[in-house]
């Protein structure tokens, strides 16, 4: 029997719920980036670890989308102020 434990990832700094959260394909290194859409209208990138890299901002409402482009040098969003 194998026992794998997971390790949820804290990555604090908004300030209302996280809506949805999207990953980058893996590094050659084994890395990946994410980005989490909150309704504080401000999308951040992570590192794997759950460090912080930027803040997206800009949106007047709620930002319910973000993908990242397969080579993850782009993000898009989608808010509730209508705007991507």
């Known amino acids: 029997m194998?026992?794998?434990r997971s390790v949820p990832l804290v990555a604090?700094?908004?300030t209302r719920p996280v809506?949805?959260?999207?990953?980058?394909?893996?590094?050659?290194?084994?890395?990946?980036l994410?980005?989490?859409?909150?309704?504080?209208g401000n999308p951040m990138l992570r590192e794997w670890t759950g460090d912080w890299v930027g803040t997206f901002i800009g949106h007047?409402?709620?930002?319910?989308?973000?993908k990242l482009s397969q080579d993850s040098t782009?993000?898009?969003t989608g808010?509730?102020?209508f705007t991507a």
């Open 19 to 32: 809506v949805h959260l999207s990953f980058s394909p893996l590094q050659q290194d084994g890395t990946y």
């Open 60 to 66: 007047k409402g709620a930002v319910w989308s973000t």
């Open 34 to 40: 994410l980005v989490s859409s909150c309704k504080d």
């Open 12 to 14: 604090s700094g908004h």
């Open 79 to 81: 808010s509730a102020d």
């Open 2 to 4: 194998s026992t794998t």
């Open 74 to 76: 782009f993000a898009a």
